[in-house]
């Protein structure tokens, strides 16, 4: 984060889509950040049993660590994603979304007077549309070519696109290596 720019210590907020480990094992470094270099309090918005697997995941990291010196340090409270709320004063509203069997919560959030879509893993069904609509910028998941089990296509990506032709997307999710036709790391695809 710092590489880039952001500190890591100033984020108030920190939203998840579902519990999957390509969207959660990179959070134990954060977390030892802000337990041990700046411990400003942070919110975790998620799905239904939010605070029992991350606790668990921070459990997992550190073993008995976490509980005897780490955890009374970290200043945290897990919220799970409502309908229409708002944290650390950005206003969102948590939309469920189709994704295998444990579904996926997509998130649409106010930021200086502009919408935010993020959608996490999901599939190209109609509450994604819900999501989308009317949003100003669009982060949403374009796995892969063809049929890909519970996420979206370029296809689907480029159709979607086209349907809400005012929102400004961003693609994420693109994999390599399994797909003939996939796309390299970092590289670009317009869709």
């Known amino acids: 984060m710092h590489r880039c720019g952001v500190d890591p210590g100033a ?11 390509d969207h959660t094992l990179g959070l134990p470094p954060f977390v030892l950040y802000r337990v041990f270099v700046d411990p400003r309090p942070i919110t975790f918005v998620g799905p239904a049993g939010l605070a029992a697997r991350l606790e668990a995941l921070w459990e997992v990291s550190w073993g008995q660590d976490w509980g005897l010196a780490m955890r009374d340090r970290f200043r945290v409270t897990y919220e799970e994603g409502k309908p229409d709320g708002t944290v650390a004063g950005y206003k969102y509203e948590a939309i469920k979304l189709d994704h295998g069997t444990s579904g996926s919560s997509g998130y649409r959030i106010t930021v200086g007077g502009k919408i935010l879509a993020y959608s996490g893993d999901t599939e ?24 890909v089990f519970s996420h979206m296509s370029w296809e689907a990506a480029t159709d979607l696109k086209a349907r809400h032709p005012k929102t400004r997307f ?22």
């Open 124 to 147: 190209a069904t109609a509450p994604l549309d819900k999501l989308v609509e009317g949003t100003d910028v669009a982060i949403v998941e374009a796995t892969g070519p063809g049929d």
């Open 11 to 21: 984020i108030e907020v920190v939203f998840l889509t579902h519990f999957h480990g």
């Open 170 to 191: 961003m693609f994420n999710h693109l994999y390599s290596g399994t797909v003939e036709g996939a796309v390299s790391d970092l590289e670009v695809v317009e869709v």
